[in-house]
């Protein structure tokens, strides 16, 4: 090779990163170590805009709700063995809430790994990642670098989105080829996420079956808010009068607020709906598997999906609609608009009387607790609520038991996608990542709504949050436990549940230059939270709250298996 044509050569790190540009994806969220350091360097120099973190799940976390946010793949970065490790939690949470993510890994020299000869951070990490994504790939040759990504990208948001691996050996990073052995040459996409139209079957079947209803209920899932679906949602409200439930991600699709909303009187229309319509949402745990006494018996399920062997997974599907929601609810729209089907009154007048009547409780007891001399949840969500109501644009996301399940009753969205939470896992320890997510991508500010324990999983991340100074506001409501802070089962041992409530977590904002806050009553709560939000800063408020307060496992204490407990 002559010099010329040595200045021209292309590494690896180089090809990767210029795929990724070419398809739009700028952000990346990573740790390094050996062996990318250099290759998240490159990344900055060539313009990409390199987040740090201080954990890779709370990096894959961020990148996976990018994904979610953009409905392009995010990029996560993790050094090799332990950091994939770390990340694979992430990438496999990704995976099943359906959210499109690229995490990319370095690994080691194949020869090493595949003669088992002991390698600094070494493992087979391709085929340990491949049961906890939709895809592997590997990348061994430098000249492959479009293609890889191609096919990365193509996999994470085509279908049912989900996450994808990326192994990037050592070797390949560094090595170096001319342009003209980069076959294809690195390319955009065409149509990443092609459209797929549902057959004129399954439309005229479904549209049959909601014609047939007495009592229709629709139930928004965080895939139609993925889908972007909010347009074509609202439209089919006020055109058939149709009821709706929103999952939590879901919420804001339609606004809370809106007439047609069942969420307060969510069991009545549970049970009593004799035609459920799924939108973008699984009949899992969290809507106990469409079964009895949740669900009317008879109740029959239309379901719209991408993915058709999500169809009677827990309940027979009367009318499976596959298809992305865009295409399929237009089509169910004018297929209904054509025999001006209307959602009956009675059936709305039903639901609207106990929608008034827990209104009507909450007030009471969001005026109850505003008064009460004990600190407890009601009196910490109230004025955050409030501040939701006058700055819809505010991103929230939120994580805990107690916290997440009250906050998600108590606090409405007015606009979608604004509200991120634990997810199909129901997991705990996403709250720091996809907020500094949200803000990095909407340029927004977020609330992160966390329990003591739930913050506990990232809470180093608030030196990311400082770091970048993002107008992230963490709250912490401290009841000193997971659950509650008062269950010792021993004298001598705090019990398995029991946290610090004396803990002082607004220092660690300190540590980092950020704002620091300590409340202990519901005035001091509304009053220094909208100071916090008002500054626009990377802010801390721990909210010590009476530790008796918090149910075992929140909404969901029926999951615990029940011990007779005794020494
Ligand atoms: P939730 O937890 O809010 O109930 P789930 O994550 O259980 O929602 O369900 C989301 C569903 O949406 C998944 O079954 C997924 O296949 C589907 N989905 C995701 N994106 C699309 C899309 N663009 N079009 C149609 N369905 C989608
Ligand atoms: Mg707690």
Redesign the pocket.
């Known amino acids: 090779v002559n010099i010329m044509a040595e200045n021209e050569m292309k590494s690896g790190a180089e090809l990767l990163i210029d795929a990724l540009q070419t398809n739009g994806l700028e952000n990346m969220y990573g740790l390094v170590g050996i062996p990318v350091t250099d290759f998240a360097r490159l990344a900055q120099l060539k313009g990409m805009k390199y987040f740090g973190f201080r954990r890779e799940d709370a990096a894959v976390d961020a990148a996976a709700i990018a994904g979610y946010l953009t409905q392009k793949p995010g990029v996560a970065l993790t050094v090799s063995a332990p950091g994939f490790l770390n990340g694979l939690t992430a990438l496999a949470q990704a995976t099943k809430?359906?959210f499109p993510l690229i995490m990319i890994s370095g690994s080691s020299e194949r020869h090493i790994i595949d003669l088992d000869q002991g390698d600094y951070e070494g493992l087979d990490q391709y085929n340990v990642a491949k049961p906890f994504c939709k895809k592997a790939y590997r990348v061994d040759r430098a000249e492959d670098m479009g293609l890889a990504v191609a096919r990365a990208i193509r996999t994470a948001v085509s279908g049912?989105?989900g996450g994808v691996y990326l192994d990037l050996p050592a070797d390949t990073i560094g090595q170096l080829v001319s342009p003209d052995a980069v076959q294809p040459a690195i390319y955009p996409l065409v149509d990443p996420d092609p459209a797929q139209l549902p057959s004129s079957n399954a439309i005229t079947r479904a549209v049959d079956v909601i014609k047939g209803a007495k009592k229709p209920l629709l139930i928004l899932?965080?895939?139609?808010a993925?889908?972007q679906a909010e347009k074509q949602l609202q439209a089919l409200v006020q055109q058939t009068d149709l009821p709706f439930l929103p999952?939590?991600?879901?919420k804001g699709l339609i606004p809370d607020g809106e007439a047609h909303s069942a969420a307060a009187a969510r069991s009545l229309a549970l049970k009593e709906a004799d035609v459920v319509i799924l939108v973008?949402?699984?009949l899992?745990w969290?809507?106990s598997h469409g079964a009895a006494p949740t669900f009317n018996a008879d109740a029959k399920f239309v379901q719209?999906?991408?993915?058709a062997d999500?169809f009677d997974s827990n309940q027979p599907i009367a009318a499976p609609v596959q298809?992305?929601?865009i295409s399929?609810l237009e089509l169910i729209l004018s297929g209904l608009q054509a025999t001006n089907f209307k959602t009956d009154a009675a059936w709305l007048t039903e639901l609207n009387i106990k929608k008034n009547a827990n209104i009507e409780k909450m007030a009471k007891r969001v005026a109850d607790a505003k008064v009460n001399d004990k600190l407890g949840y009601y009196g910490v969500l109230a004025p955050i609520n409030e501040y939701f109501a006058a700055h819809p644009e505010t991103y929230l996301v939120s994580e805990g038991a107690n916290t997440l399940d009250i906050g998600r009753n108590m606090i409405d969205m007015k606009l979608p996608r604004h509200r991120l939470d634990t997810?199909?896992w129901g997991v705990m320890g996403i709250g720091l990542g996809y907020a500094i997510a949200a803000a990095v991508e909407t340029g927004q500010p977020v609330v992160a709504l966390e329990g003591d324990s739930a913050f506990g999983f990232d809470g180093m991340e608030m030196e990311t949050i400082c770091r970048y100074q993002l107008p992230v506001t963490v709250v912490v409501v401290n009841n000193g436990g997971i659950y509650n802070g008062t269950d010792r089962q021993v004298a001598d041992q705090p019990g398995p549940t029991m946290l610090d409530a004396k803990a002082h977590y607004e220092k660690i904002a300190e540590a980092f230059g950020g704002d620091s806050y300590f409340v202990t009553t519901a005035d001091e709560m509304e009053r220094i939270f909208n100071q916090a939000m008002a500054s626009g800063r990377p802010n801390l408020i721990n909210v010590a709250i009476d530790p008796a307060m918090g149910k075992e496992s929140g909404h969901i204490g029926n999951l615990n298996p029940k011990l007779a407990l005794k020494k």
Do not use: F, H
Request: aromatic content about 4%; glycine content about 16%; proline content about 3%.
């Open positions: 809430n359906c049912r989105p899932g965080k895939g139609a993925y889908a999952m939590s991600m879901a973008g949402a699984r899992n969290m809507l719209l999906d991408i993915c999500e298809g992305d929601l399929s997810g199909t």
